[in-house]
């Protein structure tokens, strides 16, 4: 091994030595590390940050047939099996749209008040989606919610965050 090679091998385990560090941001030692190297020299991998995601947040619907409510729905999104999950799996671009979507409207829904989500396009696009795979075409009317689940110490906790005004599925189906 040529001294060039040794050298190179031994900034480069520095380099990842500081990197692994530089994800615990405690201590005073870390921050002067900080201080001194530009952050774009040793990376910072906070995936969560400030603070990670405790909930999901889940799409349910109920359409209205025949002047009766029907029961609630989720969502489903048919993920891939197993054994082609880690490699190849489209099914899953539809479940972040979704919950990325659900997560825009419960931030927008304190902001703009009672009804002022009515038009915001994550709101919009939540009821295209639903009205587009809403299996009942005699369907009169159609409702949904986002509920928030999340696991507590005695089991899995459920919590309505949001419902929908109730629309009428025909009119939905034309303007989505």
């Not at 889940?58 to 082609?84: H, K, M």
């Not at 703009?112 to 009169?140: E, M």
Request: proline share 5%.
């Amino acid at each position: 091994m040529s001294l060039r090679e040794v050298l190179l091998a031994l900034l480069l385990t520095g380099w990842w030595a500081l990197s692994a560090l530089n994800q615990f941001r405690s201590g005073a030692w870390t921050a002067r590390v900080r201080r001194h190297i530009p952050g774009v020299l040793v990376p910072s991998w906070i995936f969560f940050a400030p603070e990670p995601p405790r909930s999901d947040s889940r799409l349910v619907w109920r359409n209205e047939v025949d002047g009766r409510w029907g029961e609630w729905d989720e969502l489903d999104f048919g993920f891939a099996p197993v054994s082609r999950r880690w490699l190849f799996n489209p099914e899953v671009i539809e479940y972040k749209a979704v919950s990325g979507l659900s997560d825009a409207l419960l931030s927008l829904g304190s902001v703009l008040g009672r009804r002022g989500f009515l038009l915001t396009s994550s709101y919009v696009a939540l009821l295209s989606i639903l009205v587009s795979r809403s299996p009942a075409r005699r369907s009169t009317g159609i409702q949904f919610a986002v509920v928030r689940t999340n696991i507590a110490p005695h089991g899995r906790r459920f919590e309505v965050a949001f419902v929908s005004e109730i629309h009428d599925a025909r009119e939905a189906a034309h303007v989505c």
